[in-house]
T-cell receptor, first 111, second 116 residues
Framework: GQSLEQPSEVTAVEGAIVQINCTYQTSGFYGLSWYQQHDGGAPTFLSYNALDGLEETGRFSSFLSRSDSYGYLLLQELQMKDSASYFCAVKKSYNTDKLIFGTGTRLQVFP | DGGITQSPKYLFRKEGQNVTLSCEQNLNHDAMYWYRQDPGQGLRLIYYSQIVNDFQKGDIAEGYSVSREKKESFPLTVTSAQKNPTAFYLC???????????????FGEGSWLTVV
């Protein structure tokens, strides 16, 4: 089978750092993406890792270890607006962007 | 501005009826997708299309149908065969992928379908 596991919920305070983990088991792997979704809204792209290592984009960073089938999203200097659900997604096919999504992690940021 | 437009935002369906959700994109993307999201859950792929006049089943295609007659449009029909259609439906698109480089997937604002 195939699965992506994430913690269901994470809480933190403004200014803190939080890490959201994702472990995956899929038939085929061509990269790990992260998406943010506010309640009732559309998911928006945050980052993509095809190779091992850390990708940094402003306050957000994403890490991938293919040997461990593991990745994480790191959010720094948390702001209230970061309260949302975060999904990891695996690109399973070489020539399509068809993604398999995890069940999501709901992040709540408190003052 | 470029983007993906889904309509309607909210739709109520009586049991036994077919309904069609519209999705239009002006991003000149080749690939389009339909995902279903249940409350508190992740996204599950219903259908996807990489080129006009061609589409493939995703993981939960039963009870749904699609067409791709134009590059810009990828409507989804929820048929009466779908036994539990109440959900949030998301349309998405992306440029032609090139191997491991990947491409960003852009989502529409979604359509809420409720069976009454």
């Amino acid at each position: 089978g195939q699965s992506l596991e994430q913690p269901s919920e994470v809480t933190a305070v403004e200014g803190a750092i939080v890490q959201i983990n994702c472990t995956y088991q899929t038939s085929g792997f061509y990269g790990l993406s992260w998406y943010q979704q506010h309640d009732g809204g559309a998911p928006t792209f945050l980052s993509y890792n095809a190779l091992d290592g850390l990708e940094e984009t402003g306050r957000f960073s994403s890490f991938l270890s293919r040997s461990d089938s593991y990745g994480y999203l790191l959010l720094q200097e948390l702001q209230m607006k970061d309260s949302a659900s975060y999904f990891c997604a695996v690109k399973k096919s070489y020539n399509t962007d068809k993604l398999i999504f995890g069940t999501g992690t709901r992040l709540q940021v408190f003052p | 501005d470029g983007g993906i437009t889904q309509s309607p935002k909210y739709l109520f369906r009586k049991e036994g009826q077919n309904v069609t959700l519209s999705c239009e994109q002006n991003l000149n993307h080749d690939a389009m997708y339909w995902y279903r999201q249940d409350p508190g859950q992740g996204l599950r792929l219903i259908y996807y299309s990489q080129i006009v006049n061609d589409f493939q089943k995703g993981d939960i295609a039963e009870g749904y149908s699609v067409s791709r007659e134009k590059k810009e449009s990828f409507p989804l029909t929820v048929t009466s065969a779908q036994k539990n259609p109440t959900a949030f439906y998301l349309c998405a698109s992306s440029g032609t992928s090139s191997g491991v480089s990947g491409n960003t997937i852009y989502f529409g604002e979604g359509s809420w379908l409720t069976v009454v």
